[in-house]
């Protein structure tokens, strides 16, 4: 599984691969490292044959090596309309977050819609990940349909 991070405001890719934590950094730094949990929240570390404390923080940062790094993790799985749900108007784009195949469309064009209603489900990577919409409003469009390949960024629906 591979998830999308902001670290200390650079963006990176983490994956978890064979039990084993890969991280790429923007820009790229590809490194492997072996990562063992020894505790609530606490992880030894060993990377370039150095090992490293590191401690996760409740408000969403780890410290390592009592340096504390702020971090942000956006799990691919779960739909996250940044901001989105907020706002008081407006068209909201709602795009697929990965490649996959559209399993069901869950609305139509010119639906009414509440906050966190299922719009469509979306299978990627064998699992099935079902959009939510980010408020309440109208479905304006739907710009694909039932077993469509989709495309990470491709526009789905829009809502009003």
């Known amino acids: 599984m591979t998830y999308e991070a ?3 405001g650079r963006k990176a890719r ?7 934590l890969r991280y790429e950094a923007d820009p790229v730094v590809d490194t492997q ?3 063992h949990a020894f505790g609530e929240g606490r992880y030894s570390v060993l990377l370039d044959g150095r090992s490293y404390t590191a401690v996760a923080i409740p408000s969403g940062g ?18 996250r309309a ?15 977050q990965m490649p996959g195949r ?3 469309v869950l609305v139509e064009a010119g639906q009414d819609v509440e906050a966190g209603q299922g ?42």
């Open 6 to 8: 902001v670290v200390d």
């Open 14 to 20: 983490m994956a978890i691969e064979s039990g084993k």
């Open 33 to 35: 490292y072996d990562i």
């Open 62 to 79: 780890i410290a390592v090596n009592g340096r504390v790094y702020e971090v942000e993790v956006v799990d691919p799985r779960v739909f």
């Open 82 to 96: 940044r901001g989105a749900a907020g706002r008081a108007g407006g068209r909201q784009s709602i795009a697929a």
């Open 102 to 104: 559209v399993i069901r």
């Open 119 to 160: 719009l469509i489900v979306v299978e990627a990577m064998k699992m099935q990940n079902e959009m939510r919409s980010p408020a309440a409003g109208k479905v304006m469009e739907v710009r694909i349909g039932t077993g469509q390949a989709v495309i990470a960024g491709q526009i789905l629906m829009v809502i009003a």
